[in-house]
């Protein structure tokens, strides 16, 4: 299950009590994303060419809308609030514009990158007990071990979390913390924050091509 990339930092096949709980879900009832789409971040960027990584907490937990990649939706599928908080961020810091579907973002070294991997339908943080938090942290403690710049988006408490673990680098990085994107939360300070402006100043002052955050 695990993209062939990855192997050297997760090893082949996920942890057994975990896997077994994650078949198991998908027999009985319904979960996000599709599970051939479960590892699509991981299988978009691979490890050398990660130089942002946007964290979230689990996917979108309504139909049609998870498809393997934190924020993001697919074309056609129904526009959460969260995601229009961040694009409405990217217009006002960058005056760029950019659909639902992230996968562009992916493909330029951006990991879009939850915390948990899997949700049931209508229940959010509903497998956070599953064991996911175990692999995402290896995935991010191998990251911290990369020589390229790399930054760091921590939105929300939940992301800050893992503050201590993508830290831990001597190489160069930078970390962005701000309130999370939702409703709730948005105009406590996620408004204004500008980290799309950063990432690049930072990347660009590592001698790194900037990530073309428009469509």
């Given at each position: 299950m695990i993209p062939v990339a990855w192997q050297?930092?997760?090893?082949?096949?996920?942890?057994?009590?975990?896997?077994t709980r994650v078949l198991s879900?998908?027999?009985?009832?319904?979960?996000?994303?599709?599970?051939?789409?479960?590892?699509?971040?991981?299988?978009?960027?691979?490890?050398?060419?990660?130089?942002?990584?946007?964290?979230?907490?689990?996917?979108?937990?309504?139909?049609?809308?998870?498809?393997?990649?934190?924020?993001?939706?697919?074309v056609g599928a129904k526009f959460p609030p969260s995601l229009r908080n961040i694009l409405k961020e990217l217009e006002d810091d960058?005056?760029?514009?950019?659909?639902?579907?992230?996968?562009h973002w992916a493909t330029q070294g951006v990991l879009l990158l939850n915390t948990v991997l899997t949700v049931e339908?209508?229940?959010?943080?509903?497998?956070?007990?599953?064991?996911?938090?175990?692999?995402?942290?290896?995935?991010?403690?191998?990251?911290?071990?990369?020589p390229q710049p790399m930054a760091f988006i921590l939105w929300g408490a939940h992301a800050q979390k893992k503050r201590e673990i993508v830290a831990n680098s001597e190489?160069?990085?930078?970390?962005?913390?701000?309130?999370?994107?939702?409703?709730?939360?948005?105009?406590?300070?996620?408004?204004?924050?500008?980290?799309f402006s950063k990432v690049n100043d930072f990347l660009q002052k590592h001698g790194e091509t900037p990530i073309l955050w428009g469509e």
């Open positions: 050297d930092i997760l090893g082949k096949t996920l942890p057994k009590e975990l896997e879900a998908y027999e009985t009832a319904v979960v996000y994303p599709p599970k051939e789409q479960i590892f699509s971040a991981l299988s978009l960027t691979k490890p050398q060419d990660v130089r942002v990584v946007i964290l979230g907490q689990d996917p979108y937990h309504g139909a049609g809308q998870a498809h393997g990649l934190a924020f993001s939706v697919p960058l005056h760029l514009t950019h659909g639902c579907d992230l996968t339908e209508g229940k959010p943080t509903s497998h956070e007990h599953f064991g996911w938090q175990e692999v995402t942290d290896t995935i991010l403690r191998g990251l911290s071990s990369m190489y160069p990085r930078l970390i962005l913390e701000s309130p999370h994107p939702s409703p709730l939360s948005s105009y406590r300070g996620f408004f204004g924050s500008k980290p």
